[in-house]
T-cell receptor, first 113, second 109 residues
């Protein structure tokens, strides 16, 4: 499978715990995006990378959120001190270049209890 | 904030009928992309139309783009029960994709 891969697919955590998600983009895709989606809504932009550089962050990305793409390949999204409002689907996408098609992974569904 | 807004929010049709979904946006764009999402799953890329294109086809899909009206439409012809899903438009203004709230399509067999 050469699509975007996300791990884990599901995560249940207790409020206050830290969680980390991983995204493996399509090989050689330079752009990598993180989105968050709540039930019945469209995806909301969180941040994106051009290779290893994080170029833009949404104001949705509070200080508790951090994302990295250390070698310009896979990326991680960490949420510290999770809150119930963080419960959502976290989606990763990649594209070869700017203004190209963006392909999404299956997402990580986070439930904070 | 969501730049694209889909209309209608929900659509129910019979198998074999055509389904038309519309998307309006607010700012200039480089391209517009349509996605499908089955319940609880990731988004599947359907089609990309660039700002200098007016119409594009892919199988049973037809997409139009009117940059003067800042609007796009997605037509699914001869719908099937398997087309039941949420459909999203996403606008690319140069840095990221901005999604609308989606149209929930139900195709009854």
């Amino acid at each position: 499978d050469t699509g975007v891969s996300q791990d884990p697919r599901h995560k249940i955590t207790k409020r206050g715990q830290n969680v980390t998600f991983r995204c493996d983009p399509i090989s050689e895709h330079n752009r990598l995006y993180w989105y968050r989606q709540t039930l019945g809504q469209g995806p909301e932009f969180l941040t994106y990378f051009q290779n290893e550089a994080q170029l833009e962050k949404s104001r949705l990305l509070s200080d508790r959120f951090s994302a990295e793409r250390p070698k310009g390949s896979f990326s991680t999204l960490e949420i510290q001190r999770t809150e119930q409002g963080d419960s959502a689907m976290y989606l990763c996408a990649s594209s070869l270049r700017n203004e190209d098609e963006a392909f999404f992974g299956q997402g990580t569904r986070l439930t904070v209890v | 904030s969501q730049q694209g807004e889909e209309d209608p929010q929900a659509l129910s049709i019979q198998e074999g009928e055509n389904a038309t979904m519309n998307c309006s946006y607010k700012t200039s764009i480089n391209n517009l992309q349509w996605y499908r999402q089955n319940s609880g799953r990731g988004l599947v890329h359907l089609i990309l139309i660039r700002s200098n294109e007016r119409e594009k086809h892919s199988g049973r899909l037809r997409v139009t783009l009117d940059t003067s009206k800042k609007s796009s439409s997605l037509l699914i012809t001869a719908s099937r029960a398997a087309d039941t899903a949420s459909y999203f438009c996403a606008t690319d203004a140069g840095n990221m994709l901005t999604f609308g709230g989606g149209t929930r399509l139900m195709v009854k067999p």
